[in-house]
Nanobody, 120 residues
Framework: QAQLVESGGGLVQPGGSLRLSCTAS????????MTWYRQAPGKGRELVVG????????TPADSVKGRFTISRDNAKNTVYLQMNSLKPEDTGVYYC?????????????WGQGTLVTVSS
């Protein structure tokens, strides 16, 4: 069974940095396209940035361009989100999503989310 576990969230001051991790199990990680989403309080879920199975980053959301970077370590079955110059509007629950392939079929998996709070 596919499982994604996020970690690294917490409270940080504006201008600070955090690195989120998402560790996968139950599927072949190297086949998966991975994406970070976030959901601010009272708002819908927003795509932040993704990374292909080949390690290419997709175009990030305008709100995070130049500040957030996605990467992956296939040996550790882990995708990361490096967040710099954090702003209060970056506050929210950050979710990891995987689209992976098994027996030529695609599947989706979500993590439980990790809370990021940017506040002084």
């Amino acid at each position: 069974q596919a499982q994604l576990v996020e970690s690294g969230g917490g409270l940080v001051q504006p201008g600070g940095s955090l690195r989120l991790s998402c560790t996968a199990s139950g599927f072949v990680f190297v086949t998966a396209a991975m994406t970070w989403y976030r959901q601010a309080p009272g708002k819908g879920r927003e795509l932040v940035v993704g990374i292909t199975s080949n390690g290419y980053s997709t175009t990030p959301a305008d709100s995070v361009k130049g500040r957030f970077t996605i990467s992956r370590d296939n040996a550790k079955n882990t995708v990361y989100l490096q967040m710099n110059s954090l702003k209060p509007e970056d506050t929210g629950v950050y979710y990891c999503h995987a689209r992976y392939f098994t027996d030529f079929r695609s599947y989706n998996a979500w993590g439980q989310g990790t809370l990021v709070t940017v506040s002084s």
